[in-house]
């Protein structure tokens, strides 16, 4: 049962551009370590930091709350499967919002698709609550 659903699309030039004028602050403030690391190594550094902008987008949106409610930035970080495939780890308040939309019994999944074609960088969040232990 999907109880979550955001979408968002950031165009890649003005991730860059925000990093060119705040730096370390800007990034610091919004990635994960692990987001950083990831991204500080691919040819398109500002491409790999709007995807994950992005997703976080519409992890707040399917989570209901956008940045609101104690939902902030880094308590949500893309990740990736050993597949390779994205998802999400929340922590702090975007955890605790999982913890109060998944109903009792159930475990949500999130699922993530994260995609760019310069200038745009677009993410598409799906929050499942699945029945039992999966």
């Not at 994950?52 to 949106?61: G, L, N, Q, Y």
Request: some cysteine; proline content about 4%.
């Amino acid at each position: 049962m999907i109880i979550g659903l955001g979408n968002d699309t950031v165009d890649i030039r003005r991730i860059e551009k925000t990093i060119e004028n705040y730096g370390e602050r800007f990034l610091e403030r919004i990635f994960t370590d692990v987001e950083r690391r990831k991204s500080d190594g691919r040819a398109t550094r500002a491409a790999s930091y709007a995807k994950r902008f992005a997703a976080k987008e519409a992890c707040s949106k399917a989570l209901g709350t956008g940045f609101r409610r104690g939902v902030y930035w880094k308590d949500m970080g893309v990740v990736n499967e050993p597949s390779g495939r994205p998802t999400m780890v929340l922590t702090g308040g975007a955890k605790k919002q999982l913890e109060r939309i998944t109903p009792k019994g159930s475990k949500a999944r999130i699922l993530v698709t994260i995609t760019d074609d310069h200038p745009y960088a677009q993410a598409i969040v799906i929050i499942e609550a699945i029945q039992g232990d999966p």
